[in-house]
């Protein structure tokens, strides 16, 4: 699906597609929230074309500008999987999440599940309920809110500082956009990261671009949760100099280069 200023847009859907995914709280990557129109459009088009959206909410934990976005589930839940997970929360290598499934959908789901071979360790799923029964979860979620909180906007004022440019995307999740000028800007930003030790993602260079079109926008996909806390003063200083080095500046009209 393409995806715009409002997220993602159900324009091409029919009546045969059978189901959209769709991250309608922090759009992956461009951080955009789905618009309230466009919720009601891929609600009217599951229930006209009996088709179902996979809602997959996978950072709602971490929002931090106070707007909590409720979840789509909610206006439709026969037509809606809600899918979350601890992969953000906690931890990707633990592989633990959680499906919300229609009543219509529980039996093929838990036999695709079964035979894809996909179970999850009771050990695990246990300790995780435990955690969560003893109120450390949320302890957990809302320490680490804070650090995540703080190391956007530390990301967005070094950006700033340097490029006079500014991130994009809610303020939400573990990761924000840089818009670049074009796609050969964001591989020689990636390149010189590499070189001073530095691992960048974009949307070219990542693939996020179907199919890839390298005059399509280009923006750095920046994740700032992975450093460990004494690496983290270290990678801003590291994105400082690639760019500084490759001289990214704002254009005139101060957003976008
Ligand atoms: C868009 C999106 N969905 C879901 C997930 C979580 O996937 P998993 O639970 O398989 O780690 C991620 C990554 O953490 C993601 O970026």
Redesign the pocket.
């Known amino acids: 699906m393409r995806v715009d200023e409002f997220g993602a847009d159900p324009a091409d859907l029919t009546p045969l597609t059978g189901a959209a995914l769709l ?1 309608p709280a922090h759009q ?1 990557p461009s951080g955009v929230v789905l618009s309230p129109a466009r919720r009601g459009e891929f609600v009217a088009w599951a229930e006209c074309c009996d088709g179902f959206l996979i809602e ?1 909410d ?1 950072d709602g934990e971490f929002r931090y500008d106070g707007r909590p976005v409720g979840a789509l589930q909610a206006l439709d839940p026969e037509r809606i999987v809600l899918a979350g ?1 601890v ?2 929360s906690l931890a ?1 290598g633990l ?1 633990l ?1 959680q499906l919300v499934v229609p009543p219509t959908l529980r039996v093929p789901v838990t036999a695709a599940m079964r035979e894809s071979g996909g179970g999850v360790s009771v050990i695990e799923q246990l300790t995780l309920a435990d955690l969560v029964a003893r109120g450390d979860y949320d302890r957990h979620v809302r320490r680490v809110r804070t650090v995540y909180r703080r190391r956007r906007a530390e990301l967005a004022d070094r950006v700033g500082a340097l490029t006079g440019l500014r991130l994009v995307g809610a303020a939400a999740g573990l990761h924000a956009l840089l818009p670049l000028p074009s796609a050969e800007y964001e591989r020689r930003l990636i390149s010189t990261g590499e070189y001073v030790g530095l691992r960048l993602h974009g949307l070219h260079a990542s693939g996020y671009r179907h199919p890839p079109d390298t005059s399509a926008p280009a923006a750095l996909v920046l994740g700032y949760a992975t450093p460990a806390p004494h690496a983290w003063g270290q990678a801003l200083d590291l994105l400082g100099e690639v760019l500084e080095a490759e001289g990214l500046r704002a254009g005139p009209r101060g957003t976008r280069p």
């Open positions: 991250t992956h997959d996978y997970s992969s953000k990707p592989r999440g």
